[in-house]
């Protein structure tokens, strides 16, 4: 009873007497009055446990509104796509664009022949899927289709050769946990990547009690074995479905059981050596509109060039596809918060500068992280204020200070790539990752920030503007927090924060 008194307490003197979450009675009306409620939330004993690091500044006077523990080396699990799309964007520009190269060692007959292979190079674009494309899988992939037609190709005597050989390492991120890849944020990171490398499933009730359950694949593809493990049973029981696809390989054993008047089950299904299946996908299109190949479809990777080097000299370019520019892109990573497009683009960073040199083994990501520290430091942000070992945030082994965030919000406030960084994160109440979190509140609509998720550490690093109309940069690292149950959720906490700034009607120059 103490303790849900002194919680209690607590709250209102954070939010105000009479007041309920998102609509507080009192908004700060000084700056006094606003670190006294912050620090009022980040002291409060049921962080005990935890770890809370925080940094508040206006950009507007470049004061410090408000810090604890910002210095503290914290997980900042998906914050992590600041950093490289900043990254991005600052090397390579807004209007970059990843090519996909069709590339031939022979001549093409008069009669649309071309002799010996052909082979789809790729650099690491992530727009290939149906999302895209209108939920067309094929209307992404015509646009190569449509070069071997403008080139005259009617036919290929050799084999359809998917090389993703431009990043030479695994295809997972360092730091992930093994059972990442089971799931669509894990999936495999590719050169040659389609459809984001997964698949959607969908589990329907059998047509009677004791069937199996119906399985669906969308797009409906050879490549993917499903060993259906699942039950129908009778009305009212028990609807859980499980996945999984042992390392290596394309089967996924489907369990569980759906009852006869219960819901679909729909997830998405990741896809081993995706860019296997780009060329059999792409085969088969360049069939459909009347280009043979009477070779195989297979894919080529970094390992495999090692003995078999492509000779660039005696290639010829038959044309190649753009991605959307790299602007674009940065939205497509930071609304939905994609892990791997953002582990593309810095594979692509670190494939540019020399990581496919054999003689070191450096791997695409080991490069493009060297990349990301040169530029961390070189905008002045410290290297004892970070440690990051991939890009997009899954590893677990990612630790960053909420000094070095609030400076990197800083340097690229003030790059020409501004409006395209800032546009490109989630909008409170509005879309991606903040679509459903602090609607009807001051911060709906306000605050523009990037989320961050794993199973002990929360994040939310972005900008807003006060009621008195003050422009602040936060960065908020709550780690290793286990809400009681009378308390909000980690990312409660993080949004009752980010309203309080919302709702600010002081400024910090007073």
């Given amino acids: 009873m103490t303790k849900t008194l002194s919680l209690g307490f607590l709250w209102i003197a954070l939010c105000g007497a009479g007041s309920t979450f998102g609509q507080t009675a009192n908004p700060p009306a000084t700056l006094g009055e606003l670190r006294e409620r912050l620090a009022a939330q980040v002291q409060s004993p049921r962080f005990a446990a935890a770890v809370f690091g925080v940094k508040i500044v206006s950009l507007d006077t470049g004061r410090t509104i408000f810090e604890h523990d910002a210095g503290k080396l914290l997980s900042p699990a998906s914050n992590c796509k600041l950093y490289t799309v900043a990254l991005a964007l600052d090397q390579l520009g807004g209007e ?3 090519r996909t190269s069709l590339y031939a060692a022979g001549a093409t007959n008069p009669d649309g022949t071309l002799t010996g292979d052909l082979i789809v190079y790729g650099r690491g674009a992530p727009d290939f899927n149906a999302r895209l494309h209108d939920n067309d899988l094929g209307r992404a992939l015509l646009p190569l289709v449509a070069t071997l037609t403008n080139a005259g190709i009617r036919r290929v005597t050799g084999d359809l050769i998917g090389d993703e ?33 997964t698949l959607r499933l969908t589990v329907r009730p059998g047509q009677q009690v004791g069937d199996p359950c119906r399985l669906e694949l969308s797009p409906a593809t050879p490549y993917a074995i499903l060993s259906n493990r699942t039950t129908t049973v009778a009305a009212g029981g028990p609807r859980s479905i499980a996945l999984y696809r042992p390392p290596g390989g394309n089967l996924t054993y489907v369990t569980g059981s759906l009852p006869l008047d219960g819901t679909n089950y729909s997830d998405q299904v990741t896809r081993h050596r995706p860019a296997q299946w780009f060329v059999e996908l792409l085969r088969d299109l360049m069939q459909q509109h009347g280009i043979q190949v009477d070779g195989r479809a297979r894919a080529v990777d970094a390992w495999e060039r090692d003995l078999h080097p492509l ?12 991605s959307l520019p790299m602007r674009t ?6 609304k939905p918060s994609q892990n791997l497009y953002t582990d593309l683009l810095l594979a692509h960073v670190g494939a540019l500068t020399g990581a496919t040199n054999t003689a070191t083994r450096e791997t695409a990501e080991d490069a493009g992280v060297r990349e990301l520290t040169r530029f961390l430091t070189r905008i002045g942000i410290p290297k004892d204020d970070f440690r990051l070992e991939e890009g997009s945030g899954l590893s677990r ?25 800032r546009d490109a994160l989630p909008i409170a109440g509005v879309d991606g990752t903040l679509r459903n979190r602090m609607k009807n509140t001051a911060a709906a609509g306000n605050v523009r920030a990037k989320t961050g998720t794993l199973r002990w550490a929360n994040s939310l690093s972005g900008h807003v503007t006060s009621a008195a109309g003050e422009r602040l940069l936060f960065s908020l690292l709550l780690n290793r927090y286990i809400a009681p149950s009378a308390e909000p959720s980690a990312r409660g906490e993080l949004d009752r924060g980010a309203v309080l700034l919302a709702e600010f009607k002081g400024r910090s120059d007073e």
């Fill in 311 to 322: 000779n660039w000299s005696k290639l010829i370019e038959l044309g190649g596809v753009e």
């Fill in 329 to 334: 892109l940065a939205r497509e990573v930071q």
């Fill in 96 to 98: 970059y664009r990843i």
């Fill in 397 to 421: 082994n990612n630790l960053v200070t909420a000094n070095a965030t609030i400076r990197l919000l800083q340097y690229m406030s003030q790059h020409a790539e501004a409006a395209a960084y």
């Fill in 165 to 197: 050989s431009f990043f030479r390492g695994p295809p997972w991120g360092a730091g992930w946990s093994w059972d990442d890849a089971q799931y669509y944020y894990g999936a495999e990171i590719s050169a040659l990547t389609v459809n984001d490398n």
